[in-house]
């Protein structure tokens, strides 16, 4: 089993920079591939990035890329998203997740949640 723990949302203008860390316990953090979703009121909830477990290979949506970079650090069982030239569009919750599966961009293969961490772009 995984535990995750999202830090370093907060609000920050538009135009700015954020980078959200996801500490991962357990021994086996390197045997899953990373996500980052968000989800903001009365939307549904959508990745925003993925990393394969080597971190050899990423996935971003339109929405993000060119934007947000996606990374992790096996020996420190953490999982990075930084996020630049934000917009107040990217305001909402992010969260991180786990998945068994090589190649995950759907939320339903995601095995493991974090608590979120709230992110507010102000324009």
């Known amino acids: 089993q995984v535990q995750l723990v999202e830090s370093g949302g907060g609000l920050v203008q538009a135009g700015g920079s954020l980078r959200l860390s996801c500490a991962a316990s357990?021994?086996?953090?390197?045997?899953?591939?990373m996500g980052w979703f968000r989800q903001a009121p009365g939307k549904e909830r959508e990745i925003v990035a993925h990393?394969?477990?080597?971190?050899?290979?990423?996935y971003y949506p339109d929405s993000v890329k060119g934007r947000f970079t996606i990374s992790r650090d096996n020996a420190k069982n953490t999982v990075y998203l930084q996020m630049n030239r934000l917009k107040p569009e990217d305001t909402a919750v992010y969260y991180c997740?786990?998945?068994?599966?090589?190649?995950?961009?759907?939320?339903?293969?995601?095995?493991?949640w974090g608590q979120g961490t709230q992110v507010t772009v102000s324009s």
């Open positions: 997740a786990a998945s068994r599966t090589s190649y995950s961009i759907r939320g339903d293969e995601y095995a493991y």
């Open positions: 357990g021994r086996t953090f390197s045997g899953y591939s």
């Open positions: 990393v394969t477990r080597s971190g050899l290979s990423t």
